[in-house]
């Protein structure tokens, strides 16, 4: 047995699940351990646990956007099963299809989700977590702001951020937040997924779209959206984007929006992962037009 599965064997043992027989590693994962058990009934549960937890209300408040974007927003996501400080075990997925009619699926349960959940403020009850980083909810009127302070320039603090980013290029994104009204339409608050990459879209065991691993909050939907455009998502994913776009209006300069939309998610890679899988050049590319003011 793997060192990643006697770790995950003996986080379920402490839990109380003690009729798992097996557990194999999953890859994929960035941030937590994880795997699937096998139990004494031959039934499987996808468990993962983190050697240091974040904080002790991580899983908690994965487990609650589950809850929520399943509840609240009609997107199907795996039921959870344990939640606690050391663990998250939740229902099996399978992997999503390869196939265009999965992905037009996707986009009317994705629209779904962002048109039917609208909220008046911009932020969440409670802070959760953007794999090991604390993603600061803290309630806004004003969704520029929000996004200003709590999604981009909350990274500017955190260490390899620092190392990464000189000044020319903090000051550049200062400017760029400044500019967001200018940037950006305005757009109502609805629940996101926050972290919708495409390997956290899977599939239920009759083949619906499903989501996996949200850090969810009431912002913008193209948040979720210019992350899926920008994390290399299949071929087939193109009948996604012209789909989404048709059943939420989207106008036609969505697309130029995306980088600075994805700059949040670049930054937390950066705080988070060495190598950062060029995650800062491309900061440094989409801050380029700010680097001396107009």
Known sequence: MTDAASFLLARLRAAGLTDVVTVEPATGGLAATAGLARRGDGTSVFVKAFGEPPSDDAFAAEAEGLTVLREAGGVATPEVILADRDLLVLSVLRPRPGSGAYWERFAHALA?????????RFGWHRDNWLGRRRQVNTWHDDGFAFFAEHRLLRWLDEPRVQEALGAADRAALERLCDRL???LPVRPACLTHGDLWAMNAMATPDGRPALIDPAVSYT?????????????PPPEARVFFERYAELTGLDDGWRERMPILQLRQHLAVIAQFDPDWGAADLVRATLAPFRTRP
Do not use: F, I, N, S
Not at 112 to 120: D, I, K, S, V
Not at 222 to 227: K, P, Y
């Open 112 to 120: 779904q989700l962002h048109t039917t959940t609208r909220h008046p």
């Open 181 to 183: 009204p200018e940037l």
């Open 220 to 232: 913008w939907a193209e948040v979720d959206l210019a992350h899926l455009w920008t994390t290399a």
